[in-house]
Nanobody, 127 residues
Framework: QVQLVESGGGLVEAGGSLRLSCAASGRTFSSYAMGWFRQAPGKEREFVGAIRWSADNTYYGDSVKGRFTISRDNAKNTVYLQMNSLKPEDTAVYYC????????????????????WGQGTQVTVSS
């Protein structure tokens, strides 16, 4: 079993920054990649980005490219989402997820590719 715990959410003004963390525990050694998704009220879950544990491959959704950066600390089993130049439309609950199957990065934008999910953290961007 794997537990994922997100933190770092909060309220920020437009143009500001936040850094989210996702700490993984449990059966983490065989995890292939980690992803970030978000979901706003009344909308479908949206892919934000993904990163492999064993390489620097990253993959981002179009709406966050150039503004958000995913990084990882393997020693801490933690993945980060640095969010800059935040916009009101970035307001959502942000979830991290773990994928245990090796697959092309380009396929990791689909929620069903992931095996475990965190509980989410709220990010609110005021205009």
């Amino acid at each position: 079993q794997v537990q994922l715990v997100e933190s770092g959410g909060g309220l920020v003004e437009a143009g500001g920054s936040l850094r989210l963390s996702c700490a993984a525990s449990g059966r983490t050694f065989s995890s292939y990649a980690m992803g970030w998704f978000r979901q706003a009220p009344g909308k479908e879950r949206e892919f934000v980005g993904a990163i492999r544990w064993s390489a620097d491959n990253t993959y981002y959704g179009d709406s966050v490219k150039g503004r958000f950066t995913i990084s990882r600390d393997n020693a801490k089993n933690t993945v980060y989402l640095q969010m800059n130049s935040l916009k009101p439309e970035d307001t959502a609950v942000y979830y991290c997820a773990a994928a245990y199957t090796a697959q092309p990065m380009g396929l990791l934008d689909q929620p069903y590719r992931y095996n475990y999910w965190g509980q989410g953290t709220q990010v609110t961007v005021s205009s």
